[in-house]
């Protein structure tokens, strides 16, 4: 049986998608079962959507718990993906986070500045990506807790300081995750070759670089370093490159932006589902509800590698930024 939701719906749905605390993806929740009609069509989607909320209201309960304690490591996942900023004392890690998000780390001239570490949100192609700043990597001193968030996360970004000996900083960040069994999987990084260790992706963010006067500097560390690996020049504190270092974020991560077109209705751009490359309409279905992907028959599609509204079946795969219409 149909569901006929409203417009409300959708839009509610957005705000949902969209919120970052649990409070407010209740509240966000509590308004989109107000939007839905109540007839027999809805009736599996109104008990899916109050269990959800009954899950966070219990998770948000236990949050409030007087005397509970957790690690200051223990950093709740938000957005399509995580990253970390890794790398040694006075690389810029900090003035880095501050230039791309939201966060405020406090940052100075001085060593070990940042003590624990500190999420901001960033948006790159109307996609939210959460990007920790994390204390310096140190052979002195590292928390295990720092390496499990290290694993938890979804890429790297290696930063080091083109004006001091950018190499040593570089050996030594490597060296760190390849003691902790974490390899950076690009031809010539260190590896102590453990049979047991964890590929992640990465890229050398390579700060400091503030005018064009550097870039000789920088092909001169790219060719001495030889390495097929993804390099990118930057300067936290001008803003330089900045907006390519958002797009080889988005590569890296290696997702797209699938953008829901109800029948008979506008696409709405402005909060896309994110999947990864190589996912299919019936990941997107699924991803949307249970339900879309049990009874999902066909779809329309507008974007890449089809023509204006094709229509094709549940195992077509989808491209960034292609506008899909499912039917029930």
Excluded at 103 to 121: H, R, V
Aim: glycine fraction near 6%; hydrophobic fraction near 35%; aromatic fraction near 6%.
């Amino acid at each position: 049986m149909p569901t006929n939701l409203p417009p409300e719906y959708f839009e509610a749905d957005r705000r949902f998608r969209a919120a970052k605390s649990t409070q407010e993806k209740i509240i966000c929740l509590e308004e989109l079962l107000s939007t839905i009609p109540k007839h027999k069509g809805t009736d599996k989607l109104r008990a899916d959507l109050r269990r959800r909320l009954a899950k966070l209201k219990s998770e948000n309960l236990v949050k409030k718990k007087p005397g509970r304690h957790e690690s200051i490591y223990h950093i709740e996942k938000e957005g399509a993906a995580r990253i970390v900023i890794l790398g040694p004392a006075n690389v810029g890690k900090s003035s880095l986070t501050c230039a791309l998000t939201n966060a405020t780390p406090k940052i100075s001239p001085f060593p070990f500045t940042t003590w624990t570490p500190t999420p901001g949100m960033l948006m790159v192609k109307d996609v939210q990506i959460q990007l920790i700043d994390t204390p310096p990597l140190s052979r002195e001193h590292i928390e295990t807790e720092l390496i499990d968030l290290v694993r938890n996360s979804d890429l790297i970004l290696l930063i080091v300081d083109l004006q001091t000996d950018p190499f040593r900083q570089l050996e030594e960040t490597t060296t760190i995750l390849n003691d902790y069994g974490i390899s950076l999987p690009c031809e010539g990084i260190h590896s102590n070759g453990q049979s047991n260790m964890i590929s992640h992706p990465f890229i050398v963010v390579v700060n400091k670089t503030d005018n064009e006067k550097l870039d000789e500097d920088f092909q001169v560390f790219c060719d001495l370093l030889d390495q097929e690996c993804t390099l990118i020049a930057i300067s936290a504190q001008s803003g330089r490159n900045l907006e390519q270092l958002k797009e080889h974020i988005f590569t890296n991560l290696g997702i797209m932006r699938i953008y829901a077109k109800p029948p008979g209705k506008e696409p709405d751009f402005s909060a896309p589902f994110v999947l990864n490359k190589g996912c299919t309409v019936e990941d997107l279905a699924a991803k949307i509800h249970k339900d879309f992907y049990s009874q999902l028959k066909t779809a329309r599609v507008w974007g890449s590698g089809v023509y204006e509204g094709q229509l094709v079946g549940r195992d077509h795969i989808l491209q960034d930024g292609d506008v899909v219409e499912l039917h029930l």
